[in-house]
């Protein structure tokens, strides 16, 4: 519902920094990079003693309103990738360890807090990600599409454990993952302790992975499966499964053009039970419509993104897409489809990173908004 990758660019918020603690003219050279003096953070970020990055949060997404917040962002790196970087090597190819403490909150209530690690080990043999976090989402619950919207509350804790493991040398991994949740829903104003729900997950998943970069891929495929059994025996009140096939391209056109091209497939067991139909139901999940707007037992999209690259830092894009969501009594053929359409920019403020940040606008069947992204739009 928010996205915790959108992000002001670190250029504001090196301004920021230098004008508040008056440090001297010298220190700009933390942000300078020495192979084309443009303004960078890599070595900020990764030769940094305090070993942290302050970075501005903001949401504009129209399910939850408009806010802000804060994040502290740990980056850690292997001996191997240090030794490398500091001779000078590209090192963007090498996935580094991510940590980061966050809290932000939108001007209808909403509210999201906590922390989380991804974690790159064994020259990238095991990958990790973990959390744990708080929230409060004030939002629009629709209950049919063709229907009205009632106001939802969803207040709880989400504790999450992801791990991924490379089969042998190949670029297939093998994974699972476990998660718990406890939610409040209030609907309309109405809070009733019968709404209250434990929800627990033990999933597995298939991977495949060769993007040049994690944060701001520009060449590679990442496709997968995702089959997770919610049950009572993992800790929560209901049992049901969940569906998610995905797949991703990015490919050069030439030296200064890019495309990528994204589809996704989820899908839900027909014996969810009230309260949990409320949130565990897929919605559709994509730039220019709303989370949760359009939710049902399935849902599938498609989305295509071309960009050009005005110089080695500069790049303008521009994404269409297309999406629905079907129950399952019902045929996708005569489902409603929902067009999505927009453009941005990014701007690659840590080169030894690959990380790009910027700004998307988009527009889906009811309005505009506009997304600040941190890498790329398809996590």
């Known amino acids: ?36 003096g443009r303004l960078d953070g890599s070595q900020f970020i990764l030769d940094n003693a305090v070993g942290f990055l302050p970075m501005p949060l903001t949401v504009t997404d129209p399910a939850v309103g408009v806010g802000g917040g ?31 403490l966050m809290a932000l909150g939108t001007n209808n209530g909403s509210q ?41 509350s969803l207040e709880g804790v989400y504790f999450f454990q992801e791990m991924d493991v490379r ?44 993007r040049n970069n994690q944060f701001s891929p520009q060449q590679g495929t990442k496709a997968g499966l995702k089959v997770d059994y919610h049950r009572k025996a993992f800790g929560g009140q209901f049992d049901y499964q969940k569906y998610n096939a995905y797949a991703q ?15 996704d497939v989820k899908s839900i067991s027909d014996n969810v039970e009230f309260p949990a ?19 049902a037992d399935n849902t599938a999209l498609g989305e295509v993104e071309l960009s050009y690259d005005i110089d080695e830092r500069w790049t303008v894009l521009g994404f269409v897409g297309a999406a ?13 489809i929902h067009y999505t359409r927009g453009g941005g920019f990014r701007y690659l403020i840590a080169r030894q990173l690959g990380l790009r940040v910027g700004v998307d606008v988009a527009k889906g069947p009811e309005e505009w908004t506009t997304y600040i992204q941190f890498g790329s739009a398809w996590k």
């Open 70 to 100: 804060a994040a502290l962002l740990f980056f850690h790196e292997s001996e191997e990738r240090k030794q490398k970087r500091l001779a000078g090597e590209e090192v963007k190819d090498i996935p580094a360890s991510t940590s980061g």
């Open 112 to 152: 999201l807090y906590g922390g989380f690690h991804y974690g790159n080990w064994m020259n990238d043999r095991i990958r990790y990600l973990g959390g744990l976090f708080g929230a409060k989402f004030n939002l629009k619950y629709y209950p049919m599409a063709s229907l009205g919207s009632v106001d939802l």
């Open 167 to 210: 089969i042998g040398d190949s670029d297939f991994f093998i994974g699972g993952a476990y998660s718990y949740m406890s939610s409040k829903p209030t609907l309309d104003g109405i809070s009733d302790p019968l709404l209250h729900s434990k929800d627990g997950r033990l999933g597995w998943r298939v991977m495949y992975d060769t």
């Open 249 to 263: 391209h990015h490919t050069r056109l030439s030296q200064n053009w890019g495309l990528g091209v994204r589809g």
């Open 277 to 295: 139909s409320i949130y565990a139901r897929p919605y559709i999940e994509m730039r220019g419509i709303a989370a949760m707007r359009y939710q």
């Open 324 to 336: 629905t969501a079907f129950n399952h009594d019902e045929s996708i053929a005569k489902s409603q």
């Open 1 to 36: 519902m928010i996205n915790n990758n959108r992000s002001l660019p670190l250029s504001l918020l090196v301004t920021a920094l230098l004008s508040s603690t008056g440090l001297h003219a010298g220190m700009m050279d933390n942000f300078i990079d020495p192979k084309d």
